[in-house]
T-cell receptor, first 115, second 112 residues
Framework: GAGVSQTPSNKVTEKGKYVELRCDPI?????LYWYRQSLGQGPEFLIY????????DSGLPNDRFFAVRPEGSVSTLKIQRTERGDSAVYLC?????????????FGPGTRLTVL | KQEVTQIPAALSVPEGENLVLNCSFT??????LQWFRQDPGKGLTSLLL?????REQTSGRLNASLDKSSGRSTLYIAASQPGDSATYLC???????????FGSGTQLTVLP
């Protein structure tokens, strides 16, 4: 009965490095979302998966960002050549979209700091 | 592009007061609207989801209203408690992905 989990909870990296952030959604939820939250702001949409495919990646800021969900459950957000401006909290949410409710449930987030 | 505004940005009230948080959005073509609370350094906790066909949704001391045509929602909190202190965010579901669009939130402080 666990909720959405995200690992790591904190990630510190150096400018130019590659990072991977993991999201484990609620069991049975077919829809998975990634958002990014900068300090003092509300979260901003990055990408949406329905099943295994990225159904909408219009929120990804540039081609350094990529996400996968190969088996329709766990998702990984990948950031190449990190920049200081990528520092933020990355949030994952899941829902049973298309089923009974569209409520999105959020994980605790991964705080990414790029030095 | 959906834009969300929340007023006020911050609010401080004494314990026991009833209060209203306001949310407005620019694109009325929404599916649903969710209200969340966020505690410092934490993720988002869903409080209520109100469907586009509904006018109101209640959960305990919380009541959310939705006027889709005018692009407004309010969150009413009855008999506020210090434990209600948090940032409250509203987010309509819109777009092909039904993604959430957030405002900057209302930071609520309930004084004991």
């Amino acid at each position: 009965g666990a909720g959405v989990s995200q690992t790591p909870s904190n990630k510190v990296t150096e400018k130019g490095k590659y990072v991977e952030l993991r999201c484990d959604p609620i069991s049975g939820h077919t829809a998975l979302y990634w958002y990014r939250q900068s300090l003092g702001q509300g979260p901003e949409f990055l990408i949406y998966f329905q099943g295994t495919g990225a159904a909408d990646d219009s929120g990804l800021p540039n081609d350094r960002f990529f996400a996968v969900r190969p088996e329709g459950s766990v998702s990984t957000l990948k950031i190449q050549r990190t920049e200081r401006g990528d520092s933020a909290v990355y949030l994952c949410a899941s829902s049973s979209l298309g089923q009974r409710t569209d409520t999105q449930y959020f994980g605790p987030g991964t705080r990414l700091t790029v030095l | 592009k959906q834009e969300v505004t929340q007023i006020p940005a911050a609010l401080s009230v004494p314990e026991g007061e009833n209060l209203v948080l306001n949310c407005s959005f620019t694109d009325s073509a929404i599916y649903n609207l969710q209200w969340f609370r966020q505690d410092p350094g934490k993720g988002l906790t869903s409080l209520l989801l109100i469907q586009s066909s509904q006018r109101e949704q209640t959960s305990g001391r919380l009541n959310a209203s939705l006027d889709k045509s005018s692009g407004r929602s309010t969150l009413y909190i009855a008999a506020s408690q210090p434990g209600d202190s948090a940032t409250y965010l509203c987010a309509p579901h819109s777009g092909s992905a039904r993604q959430l669009t957030f405002g900057s939130g209302t930071q609520l402080t309930v004084l004991p």
